[in-house]
């Protein structure tokens, strides 16, 4: 067995969606990290000013005449890290993305594979750029083409790009290639961690793209041999590019996502064709928000993969915590993931919604913070964006350390307990992350429509409401968590010591 990591993301198109609206959900597994979530002003730049990032610190990149206001959720990790942080601007544009492992490089030796990616310009920069500059969508799938095919890109990845409107999945090769496809509005979309794309779909210029030249490198690189020579009609993205010898990645994920979204018919109708990287499907129904966060806190409960087993009682009993399996089973919410965003996208960007979670999903609620004024959250981030900025390649090591006003570090805490026995842990916190979670979502709707009301008197007053709503739910989040590690301890106390638990 070997390790599975990588993320995963779930895309609806706005005609599969109960929203109307694009929905995003998004788990980030990075191991040995932390997370924190900035919120970055509008900034304004002077002519001729660049800038670079840590990762290839002599690669300086002209500056945008000014920056958009986001939300940033940093992942900070010993060393640094380049392809963990998301991001979620002003404009209602949401940037994620997952490892595609890595995808193949030039080079018949160590050494010059080594060399080519040495040579290319950009990693971490294009997520942060695209969190600053893209003002739609569109205009994001414009940026990142600009930007790998002149500066180069070090990493095999997929970035999902979104608005209200629309996705873009855009998968990126170590080096100057890219392929992009527009996720079709009446289609729900899962990404694991290997490359989904195929056929070269040149006539649909509205919803596809890809770099000139893409083929010809492959067949170059002895990568893709067309069984027809002159005729590329078999070309198949995923296959020339993925990493030589690989087996496609995460296809644990794959088997049971597509099922636990309804479409296990497809999904086995696309194993038995031999395609086991499918883009996406043609919705059968309308998928809300709940949907979204059901998937990503999945361990495969009630299937073959689970390694939770059926009580007697009709429930679920988990002989091992599923989130300390280092190799197969891989679960969606597992035992790197640092993080889970569901987006929840709206007309008025202000009224975006950003729900939430610590760590693993399965263990406390999704928060719901509202774009609105973009406002710094308590607790959850221990310095400012401008200092993380310049310590995000090299975090100083006492920063790993528990830290007891960071609501990181609460949620941490309360992970701890539930894995010394989750099976135990999970009955007490799963009837208050639903009775909890379903309150707020009256809420939301009740916010939302109050922003509207405000709006007509003065914008400013209704973004600042908004953003003290999402504050007083993150306040009582971190509240929460501290709570559910005290009644977990207690609970398991009193049945050690033959007592009451209530």
Same mark, same amino acid.
């Given at each position: 067995?070997?390790?599975?990591?990588?993320?995963?993301?779930?895309?609806?198109?706005?005609?599969?969606?109960?929203?109307?609206?694009?929905?995003?959900?998004?788990?980030?597994?990075?191991?040995?990290?932390?997370?924190?979530?900035?919120?970055?002003?509008?900034?304004?730049?002077?002519?001729?000013?660049?800038?670079?990032?840590?990762?290839?610190?002599?690669?300086?990149?002209?500056?945008?005449?000014?920056?958009?206001?986001?939300?940033?959720?940093?992942?900070?990790?010993?060393?640094?890290?380049?392809?963990?942080?998301?991001?979620?601007?002003?404009?209602?544009?949401?940037?994620?993305?997952?490892?595609?492992?890595?995808?193949?490089?030039?080079?018949?030796?160590?050494?010059?594979?080594?060399?080519?990616? /040495?040579?290319?310009? =950009? @990693?971490?920069?294009?997520?942060? #750029?695209?969190? %600053?500059? !893209?003002?739609?969508? &569109?205009?994001?799938?414009?940026?990142?083409?600009?930007?790998?095919?002149?500066?180069?890109?070090?990493?095999?990845?997929?970035?999902?790009?979104?608005?209200?409107?629309?996705?873009?999945?855009?998968?990126?090769?170590?080096?100057?290639?890219?392929?992009?496809?527009?996720?079709?509005?009446?289609?729900?979309?899962?990404?694991?961690?290997?490359?989904?794309?195929?056929?070269?779909?040149?006539?649909?210029?509205?919803?596809?793209?890809?770099?000139?030249?893409?083929?010809?490198?492959?067949?170059?690189?002895?990568?893709?041999?067309?069984?027809?020579?002159?005729?590329?009609?078999?070309?198949?993205?995923?296959?020339?590019?993925?990493?030589?010898?690989?087996?496609?990645?995460?296809?644990?994920?794959?088997?049971? /996502?597509?099922?636990? =979204? @309804?479409?296990?018919?497809?999904? #086995?109708?696309? %194993?038995? !064709?031999?395609?086991? &990287?499918?883009?996406?499907?043609?919705?059968?129904?309308?998928?809300?928000?709940?949907?979204?966060?059901?998937?990503?806190?999945?361990?495969?409960?009630?299937?073959?993969?689970?390694?939770?087993?059926?009580?007697?009682?009709?429930?679920?009993?988990?002989?091992?915590?599923?989130?300390?399996?280092?190799?197969?089973?891989?679960?969606?919410?597992?035992?790197?993931?640092?993080?889970?965003?569901?987006?929840?996208?709206?007309?008025?960007?202000?009224?975006?919604?950003?729900?939430?979670?610590?760590?693993?999903?399965?263990?406390?609620?999704?928060?719901?913070?509202?774009?609105?004024?973009?406002?710094?959250?308590?607790?959850?981030?221990?310095?400012?964006?401008?200092?993380?900025?310049?310590?995000?390649?090299?975090?100083?090591?006492?920063?790993?350390?528990?830290?007891?006003?960071?609501?990181?570090?609460?949620?941490?805490?309360?992970?701890?307990?539930?894995?010394?026995?989750?099976?135990?842990?999970?009955?007490?916190?799963?009837?208050?992350?639903?009775?909890?979670?379903?309150?707020?979502?009256?809420?939301?709707?009740?916010?939302?429509?109050?922003?509207?009301?405000?709006?007509?008197?003065?914008?400013?007053?209704?973004?600042?409401?908004?953003?003290?709503?999402?504050?007083?739910?993150?306040?009582?989040?971190?509240?929460?968590?501290?709570?559910?590690?005290?009644?977990?301890?207690?609970?398991?106390?009193?049945?050690?010591?033959?007592?009451?638990?209530?």
């Amino acid at each position: 067995m070997r390790y599975e990591g990588g993320c995963s993301t779930v895309v609806i198109g706005k005609a599969a969606s109960a929203t109307g609206r694009v929905l995003v959900g998004h788990n980030e597994d990075d191991d040995i990290s932390l997370v924190q979530v900035h919120s970055v002003p509008r900034k304004r730049h002077e002519p001729g000013e660049t800038v670079s990032f840590g990762d290839r610190p002599d690669v300086r990149i002209p500056q945008a005449a000014a920056t958009l206001a986001f939300y940033w959720s940093e992942v900070r990790r010993p060393g640094g890290i380049s392809f963990g942080d998301c991001f979620f601007n002003e404009c209602g544009v949401a940037i994620v993305t997952n490892s595609c492992n890595p995808g193949k490089a030039p080079g018949k030796t160590d050494e010059e594979r080594e060399a080519f990616l /040495a040579s290319q310009g =950009l @990693g971490y920069g294009v997520r942060r #750029l695209l969190g %600053e500059r !893209a003002h739609s969508a &569109r205009e994001g799938l414009d940026i990142i083409i600009e930007l790998v095919e002149k500066y180069g890109y070090f990493s095999g990845r997929c970035y999902q790009i979104a608005d209200k409107d629309e996705c873009w999945a855009v998968q990126l090769t170590r080096g100057k290639y890219l392929v992009a496809k527009r996720i079709p509005d009446d289609h729900v979309y899962f990404m694991p961690n290997h490359y989904t794309i195929h056929a070269l779909e040149s006539s649909d210029k509205e919803n596809f793209y890809y770099t000139p030249g893409i083929v010809e490198n492959a067949i170059e690189n002895g990568w893709y041999r067309p069984a027809v020579p002159g005729d590329y009609s078999d070309f198949d993205f995923a296959a020339a590019y993925q990493t030589e010898g690989e087996r496609p990645y995460n296809t644990m994920r794959t088997r049971n /996502a597509w099922p636990i =979204l @309804g479409f296990e018919t497809e999904w #086995l109708a696309s %194993e038995a !064709a031999g395609c086991v &990287r499918p883009f996406s499907f043609k919705a059968h129904r309308k998928y809300t928000i709940d949907d979204c966060k059901a998937l990503l806190r999945t361990h495969y409960e009630g299937r073959e993969d689970s390694l939770a087993r059926a009580d007697a009682n009709g429930g679920v009993t988990y002989p091992c915590d599923p989130h300390q399996t280092l190799d197969d089973p891989y679960t969606i919410c597992c035992g790197s993931t640092v993080e889970s965003t569901v987006f929840d996208f709206a007309d008025d960007p202000a009224a975006c919604c950003m729900y939430r979670t610590w760590r693993k999903p399965c263990t406390n609620p999704y928060v719901p913070i509202f774009l609105g004024q973009l406002k710094a959250l308590p607790g959850y981030a221990w310095m400012t964006a401008d200092e993380a900025d310049a310590t995000h390649f090299d975090p100083p090591a006492e920063e790993f350390q528990y830290r007891p006003d960071a609501a990181y570090w609460n949620a941490q805490n309360l992970i701890w307990q539930t894995e010394l026995d989750y099976g135990f842990a999970r009955g007490i916190l799963a009837p208050e992350i639903e009775r909890i979670e379903k309150g707020w979502d009256e809420e939301v709707r009740a916010a939302r429509a109050r922003y509207e009301e405000l709006k007509a008197q003065d914008a400013q007053l209704a973004a600042a409401y908004l953003s003290s709503f999402s504050e007083a739910k993150a306040i009582f989040a971190s509240h929460w968590l501290l709570r559910m590690t005290q009644a977990i301890g207690d609970r398991r106390y009193r049945r050690n010591q033959g007592l009451p638990e209530e």
